[in-house]
């Protein structure tokens, strides 16, 4: 990623810091949870924290459990996002962010708060592109008092780092601040 | 302003994603969203004729059109935004009033309303689809109650199968088709009640213009 000014160099410096600082307050709770301390270098923070995140971010809900079948859970997100990631791949962004929109919607509408959760740390965020990111943020914009605010926090982090591969800082922090 | 941008009326082929559209009609316009299918790839004008669900129409040259002044990444997301809303058909209730907190969300189920407000029009249904995204076409706040829009309201309030509901709404601020489409001219988004008059005037006039030239077979 190209950074030719002090303004632009200094945004993905606050994210890290941001995302450190996250980090940091939460390594103690996860030793204390009796989990092993989390092998994540500073450097790839932001690759790795959201999934470490997860583990102990909601605290009542369960861990997921493995996929038993076809029709589970696990299952039905894997092969949403992999026509998610299929549209992204051939460009066809309008369909990826419609199915987006309507597989969210449906499962916010279903009160599925959790598996939504759940989404935000599945999606893989540097395989997408900016506009398809966006659209996981949009719908769930006004359900954001019932998400887990750290994973979705964490998403538009890694989302707006990947914006600013192709935006200016300034396009891409008005853009995100609407959704985020 | 820009009068001469951003407003086109005789073809749709340059609208990629999203665009609003408005119907000149004897004593009362109507506004809607014109959006490009995903599977088609057909222009669609999806607008709320009168209470109940949204309705979706071909587009057809009787409809003007505009482009408002926003992102690329906004215009898809509104364009997936009409999708979702076409796809859900939940019945809407009509209404004249309407607040900033009235919106299409995905929390919630349904169509959301502000405080005392019942439903939408067909140009609030505009304002609330790009609104569902924060995306804000006119500064609602400046709207102010115009007493000479009354009998008006009343008279498209009686059409609803609910009017006495409606009619109880009143007297509000009205939002019109022409403000709403006239959001297409400004170069900054949301535009005051001032401009949003004077560039609904001019949609209005350039519509007009259009039509008659068609009718006469220029």
């Given at each position: 990623?190209?950074?030719?000014?002090?303004?632009?160099?200094?945004?993905?410096?606050?994210?890290?810091?941001?995302?450190?600082?996250?980090?940091?307050?939460?390594?103690?709770?996860?030793?204390?949870?009796?989990?092993?301390?989390?092998?994540?270098?500073?450097?790839?923070?932001?690759?790795?924290?959201?999934?470490?995140?997860?583990?102990?971010?909601?605290?009542?809900?369960p861990?997921?459990?493995?996929?038993?079948?076809?029709?589970?859970?696990?299952?039905?997100?894997?092969?949403?996002?992999?026509?998610?990631?299929?549209?992204?791949?051939?460009?066809?962004?309008?369909?990826?962010?419609?199915?987006?929109?309507?597989?969210?919607?449906?499962?916010?509408?279903?009160?599925?708060?959790?598996?939504?959760?759940?989404?935000?740390?599945?999606?893989?965020?540097?395989?997408?592109q900016?506009?398809?990111?966006?659209?996981?943020?949009?719908?769930?914009?006004?359900?954001?008092?019932?998400?887990?605010?750290?994973?979705?926090?964490?998403?538009?982090?890694?989302?707006?780092?990947?914006?600013?591969?192709?935006?200016?800082?300034?396009?891409?922090?008005?853009?995100?601040?609407?959704?985020? | 302003?820009?009068?001469?941008?951003?407003?086109?009326?005789?073809?749709?082929?340059?609208?990629?994603?999203v665009?609003?559209?408005?119907?000149?009609?004897?004593?009362?316009?109507?506004?809607?969203?014109?959006?490009?299918?995903?599977?088609?790839?057909?222009?669609?004008?999806?607008?709320?004729?009168?209470?109940?669900?949204?309705?979706?129409?071909?587009?057809?040259?009787r409809?003007?059109?505009?482009?408002?002044?926003?992102?690329?990444?906004?215009?898809?997301?509104?364009?997936?935004?009409?999708?979702?809303?076409?796809?859900?058909q939940?019945?809407?209730?009509?209404?004249?009033?309407?607040?900033?907190?009235?919106?299409?969300s995905?929390?919630?189920?349904?169509?959301?309303?502000?405080t005392?407000?019942?439903?939408?029009?067909?140009?609030?249904?505009?304002?609330?689809?790009?609104?569902?995204?924060?995306?804000?076409?006119?500064?609602?706040?400046?709207?102010?109650?115009?007493?000479?829009?009354?009998?008006?309201?009343?008279?498209?309030?009686?059409?609803?199968?609910?009017?006495?509901?409606v009619?109880?709404e009143?007297?509000?601020?009205?939002?019109?088709?022409?403000?709403?489409?006239?959001?297409?001219?400004?170069?900054?988004?949301?535009?005051?009640?001032?401009?949003?008059?004077?560039?609904?005037?001019?949609?209005?006039?350039?519509?007009?213009?259009?039509?008659?030239?068609?009718?006469?077979?220029?």
């Amino acid at each position: 990623m190209a950074l030719d000014t002090d303004t632009q160099a200094t945004r993905p410096e606050k994210i890290t810091a941001i995302v450190r600082d996250i980090y940091q307050a939460t390594v103690p709770l996860h030793v204390q949870r009796g989990y092993p301390s989390p092998r994540v270098s500073e450097d790839d923070l932001t690759k790795h924290l959201p999934i470490f995140l997860y583990s102990i971010a909601p605290p009542t809900e369960p861990a997921p459990s493995p996929p038993t079948g076809p029709a589970s859970e696990d299952n039905i997100h894997e092969a949403f996002l992999a026509s998610v990631y299929r549209y992204s791949a051939e460009q066809k962004i309008n369909k990826a962010i419609t199915l987006v929109f309507k597989q969210v919607d449906s499962m916010l509408r279903r009160g599925e708060f959790p598996q939504v959760d759940r989404l935000f740390v599945q999606v893989d965020v540097p395989s997408l592109q900016p506009d398809i990111l966006l659209a996981f943020l949009a719908i769930t914009h006004a359900a954001k008092p019932k998400l887990d605010g750290s994973v979705r926090f964490i998403f538009a982090t890694q989302t707006l780092e990947v914006m600013l591969q192709s935006m200016d800082n300034d396009s891409a922090g008005d853009l995100l601040r609407k959704f985020e | 302003m820009k009068a001469n941008r951003h407003l086109v009326a005789d073809t749709v082929a340059r609208i990629n994603d999203v665009g609003i559209g408005i119907m000149l009609q004897r004593g009362n316009n109507h506004s809607g969203a014109l959006y490009r299918d995903d599977d088609d790839n057909q222009i669609y004008i999806l607008h709320l004729p009168a209470e109940g669900k949204p309705h979706r129409d071909p587009w057809n040259p009787r409809w003007g059109w505009g482009v408002p002044r926003i992102t690329r990444q906004e215009l898809r997301l509104v364009r997936a935004m009409c999708h979702l809303v076409f796809d859900l058909q939940d019945d809407i209730p009509y209404g004249f009033k309407y607040g900033l907190d009235t919106r299409f969300s995905s929390a919630t189920g349904a169509l959301t309303t502000a405080t005392d407000c019942r439903g939408l029009s067909c140009a609030t249904f505009v304002l609330a689809l790009f609104h569902s995204l924060n995306i804000h076409l006119l500064a609602v706040d400046s709207w102010e109650i115009q007493p000479e829009e009354l009998p008006g309201m009343v008279a498209i309030a009686e059409r609803q199968p609910n009017h006495e509901a409606v009619i109880a709404e009143l007297p509000t601020a009205r939002f019109t088709p022409e403000q709403v489409s006239g959001a297409c001219l400004a170069d900054e988004l949301p535009i005051e009640f001032e401009e949003a008059n004077e560039c609904g005037n001019l949609v209005v006039e350039k519509m007009s213009g259009y039509l008659d030239r068609r009718r006469e077979g220029i």
